[in-house]
């Protein structure tokens, strides 16, 4: 096991130092390849991805999990068509972000540069693999991704494709690495290698996230556990409240930016909820909630501390009814994992106070927490979302997988 991680992070290490200086094109040669490759061979992702659902239900995994294991035409179209928009938006690399000249006559520069090898984490998310790929690419890094074993299968297929179509247009080989072992020393392994690994970024659960943190000698960047919360004002439009509320937390409960826990203003509970929850209660929610929420629907179930601290990423939802504002601002203050939060209200000084007071990465109004995400913001495509605020916040997109050089022009000066 030591063998192949050491193997496959030297060739990413030797890639690097080829994938910081090729130019634009080939790069975006090479994601254009891999796109049209990903579709090319649909039909045999697919079959190994059939192997590993078939594994993951067998192995009791949560009918969300299985979803986000889940890989059909349209998303592997929906793959392909993410590195497109990658190799469509501009490099980041060579880019001066500024320049400026000291009175001794030096011209001083900040350019931006690849991190160089890129050490990826993640779960039951096959769809990473492509994502961390052609970012990581793009932006000039080698990647080193190792994907949960519940995904091996289809990890393979996807890397073997895409890797191969990279490698065609001109890319190093050992640009895109996968781990495949499934024993979970490996990851123990890699965290300690900084020797080859410049960043390590994991994408998962709670677990994962801690287990990276705390056992890493290699700089990490945390991305995001998603206790994300939509609150509800005195002054929200309802009808729009519930579409959102609705949206949040069903249209893909098993992912980071869904909705988790729902507050409410006392003064609309008694009008909205009962629409609310019975809609929620449709579409296959368990709802679990504060005695208040409780006396206007009683099939509710109560809701205990844990839940409101809770990244459910499934069908349930904790509800508590609030007395006002500064109550649902203490409460995200309390449980919220600073990744994103929404107020749903038409009264422009309360969203502005929700803006500036709520700390996350991404706060909205008057809209869904679902669109934290790199391509819904433009990005192309993510390679994760980071809850902390150094040295990326947010969806992390081309500029957040490079860093700054500076470059110093001359003509004889020394220093005195």
Known sequence: ???????????????????????????????LAM???????????????????HEGAKNGLSQALLDRLLLNQARVADMANGLAMVASLPDPVGEVESMWTRPNGLRIGRTRVPLGVVGIIYEA?????????GLCLKAGNAVLLRGGSEAINSNKAITNVIAEAAIREGMPEGAINLIETTDREAVNFMLKLNDYIDVIIPRGGASLIQTVVQNATVPVIETGVGNCHVFVDRYADLEKAQRIVLNAKCQRPGVCNALESLLVHQ????????????????????????????DVAGWVNPASEEDYASEFLDLIISVKVVDGFDEALDHIYRYSTRHSEAIITENYTRAIRFLNEVDAAAVYINASTRFTDGGQFGFGAEIGISTQKLHARGPMGLKELTTNKYIVFGDGQIRE
Do not use: H
């Not at 992070?9 to 094109?25: G, H």
């Not at 009962?274 to 208040?292: I, N, Q």
């Open 125 to 133: 998310r096959p769809n990473v693999t492509v994502d961390a790929a």
């Open 267 to 294: 003064a609309v509970a008694a009008e909205f909820l009962p629409v609310a929850l019975e809609a929620l209660k449709t579409a296959g929610v368990e709802v679990r909630g504060c005695e208040r929420t409780r």
């Open 1 to 31: 096991m030591e063998r192949q991680v050491i193997a496959k992070a030297k060739k990413a290490r030797e890639a690097a130092r080829k994938l910081a200086y090729l130019s634009t094109d080939i790069k975006n040669d090479a994601l």
């Open 35 to 53: 796109a049209d490759s990903l579709l090319k061979n649909t039909y045999n992702i697919l079959e190994a991805n059939a192997l590993d659902v």
